[in-house]
């Protein structure tokens, strides 16, 4: 039954749904751009593995450092005990950093070295953990040739991890008119591939390596970034000073190429932007990054810096991550990397749906030529 109205008839007692609405015709997005959200793995090289569990060989030089294990209160003692007695070979010349004090390698018993003291220099006493490092080595005149000796590559291993990310419309939803734009089945496209391409950089970054077996069949993670990272780790604890960003500097740059990518969380970008300003030159970088980046130059090497969005929180929101690019590769299982699967829902369902789907790990190669500077709070 119709609704009587006495007097002018306005926008309070009309029925509500005789009223146009205004719609807006493209659905905003809060995070439009994926791809400064996934700045990790979009750099990645990519060689693709014909197994789930994939492996790769890492060499290096002999080491040259050790510590002595205890102290030598005599500069006459010729018995130097040592950490690892297997850095160490006949004929080896080994400086005392502390004292100056070089010796020379006889023999290797297990770790103790028999030396003869003060070669070109003088013996001095040795305290426990001083420094020794290997300098060279001198053979006797006419001698035969020492026993060669070499290093294997060590190897490291890594496993694929499957993401699935489906997206599902009814048939009648499908073929409604909206008034927005995109339509529905294209929104929830363009949404479940942003998401899937999130999951893999996140477990990039933060993944650990495992293999459970909830059911029938086994679950597979991958390990990321941060697992690997164990050697230059460093605490600003705080606010980050530029004497603290330097030492970091030296420690990451020690091994590796000169050019690295750093993923910055909002935390690090604050506290590098106070930096002087001739350490910084902002630059669109499309042939490198990508990106826009903001490039630090110092006496060690050049960081790319990127804002990573997805470095928020308690923790990770005051980190920042140092990686050496040529050293890391995504890795798919052959004919696994990302798809969009059409169709998947079952033959009698009146709808459709599809999925992306993507199978693959993260090759973290010469974990001592990245780095990761955490507690950064200004």
Do not use: C
């Not at 477990?203 to 650990?208: N, Q």
């Not at 004919?335 to 790990?361: C, H, M, S, V």
């Amino acid at each position: 039954m119709p609704t009587a109205i006495t007097g002018a008839t306005t926008t309070a007692n009309v029925d509500s749904g005789s009223l146009a609405i205004e719609v807006g015709k493209q659905i905003s997005l809060l995070e439009p751009n994926i791809q400064v959200l996934t700045a990790f793995t979009r750099e990645l090289k990519k060689s693709s593995t014909p197994a789930i569990v994939f492996k790769w060989k890492e060499d290096e030089r002999k080491s040259r450092f050790d510590t002595t294990s205890a102290a030598l209160a005599s500069t006459t003692n010729q018995e130097v005990p040592v950490v690892h007695g297997t850095y160490f070979q006949q004929w080896d010349l080994v400086l005392n950093s502390r004292t100056g004090e070089i010796v020379r390698v006889d023999s290797v018993t297990g770790n103790t070295l028999l030396v003869t003291r003060g070669i070109g220099s003088t013996a001095a006493n040795m305290n426990e953990s001083d420094e020794l490092i290997i300098v060279g080595q001198a053979q006797p005149e006419n001698d035969t040739s020492k026993v060669a000796r070499s290093l294997l590559p060590s190897t490291f291993e890594n496993q694929t991890q499957i993401f699935r990310t489906p997206y599902e419309l009814s048939e009648t939803a499908a073929n409604v008119s909206y008034m927005v734009a995109p339509n529905e089945w294209d929104r929830k496209q363009q949404r479940a591939g942003a998401e899937h391409a999130l999951d893999i950089e996140y477990a990039f970054l933060f993944g650990r390596k495992s293999t459970t077996q909830p059911g029938s069949y086994p679950v597979r993670t991958t390990a990321g970034a941060l697992s690997f990272i164990s050697t230059n780790q460093a605490d600003a604890g705080g606010v980050l000073s530029e004497a603290e960003f330097n030492a970091y500097m030296a420690m990451v740059f020690r091994y590796g190429t000169p050019d690295k990518l750093s993923l910055m969380s909002s935390a690090a970008i604050q506290a590098l932007g106070k930096f002087p300003a001739s350490k910084q030159i902002t630059k669109n970088d499309e042939t490198t990054y990508g990106m826009d980046v903001t490039r630090y130059t110092g006496p060690f090497g050049t960081i790319h810096t990127v804002y990573h969005r997805l470095l928020e929180g308690s923790k990770y929101g005051g980190y920042m991550i140092t990686l050496d690019m040529p050293n890391v590769d995504y890795r798919p299982l052959n004919n696994r990397d990302t798809k969009l699967l059409p169709g998947r829902q079952p033959n009698d369902q009146d709808g459709k749906k599809d999925e992306f789907l993507t199978e693959a790990g993260l090759e973290f190669g010469q974990q001592r030529t990245h780095g990761v500077m955490t507690g950064i709070t200004g």
